[in-house]
């Protein structure tokens, strides 16, 4: 038996990506920065794939700036390049839950709540 599992807390890098589907499925992409302990460090990126109602939740919620805390598995897209033929891959976080900490425009009266879980 093998375990993946994958905890963030990060902000969110740019306004998430949604794609509606025929079939009704709805997926988010979005980019999340998570601080290193030194002040020193950059922040590591990493890139986020949210399905179903999460996603339309992070759609309608989540911006640029959002602080979230994410619960996922780490999964890897993979490719051909179209113009090399070379086989390439990225690592993906595919996110089960997502809880969405405070935003920077929490004096916004439309924003979402700090500590909203959306009902999966």
Not at 7 to 21: I, K, S, T
Not at 25 to 34: D, E, F, G, I, P
Not at 47 to 68: F, S
């Amino acid at each position: 038996m093998g375990l993946n599992v994958v905890h963030l807390v990060g902000r969110v890098g740019g306004d998430p990506e949604v794609r509606y589907f025929e079939s009704g499925s709805v997926k988010c992409r979005l980019t999340l920065a998570v601080n290193r302990p030194s002040k020193d460090d950059q922040p590591d990126w990493f890139n986020l794939e949210i399905w179903g109602k999460t996603a339309q939740v992070a759609a309608d919620y989540v911006r640029k700036g959002t602080l979230l805390g994410i619960k996922g598995s780490l999964k890897f897209d993979r490719w051909q390049d179209r113009n090399t033929g070379v086989d390439r891959s990225s690592p993906i976080i595919l996110v089960e839950r997502m809880d969405i900490l405070s935003s920077k425009r929490d004096t916004d009266p439309n924003a979402v709540p700090a500590g909203y879980v959306p009902e999966i």
